[in-house]
């Protein structure tokens, strides 16, 4: 018995449909699905960025198929986008087009580089290439 992977990584935002803007114009996600509570996006066609309404899941959400347990999270959060080296370049010009500051450049001792740079919410996103980590 393995786990497979992360599927999902939830972020917590004052605007959703502000953020889900920001994330398919820059990145070109898709959107999978959404109310004014989330706004769930693909990444890769692997895995999800949901992004949530800070606030707005407190209360346990009864579904059909059934209970959605409360949760939430409040400050800066942290996530990374894998990206190939041969990219990263383009991925700065991209950044630079869509206005988006380079908060902070890294290179690892492995070899990988990244690139941070913030959302409209402030949370600390990364493009890492791999050499980061021994796994990638």
Known sequence: M??????????YVDDVARSAEFY???FGFEQLGGDERLCALSVAGRQVLLIFKRGASLEAIERPGGTLPPHDASGQQ???????????????QR??????????????SRGGKSLYFRDPDGHLAELVTPGCWAIY
């Open 2 to 11: 393995d786990v497979t992977g992360v599927l999902e990584t939830g972020i």
């Open 24 to 26: 398919r114009r820059v």
């Open 78 to 92: 942290h996530f990374a986008f894998s990206v190939p080296e041969a990219d990263l370049p383009a991925w700065e």
């Open 95 to 108: 950044l630079a087009d869509n206005g988006v500051a380079i908060e902070s450049r890294m290179s690892w």
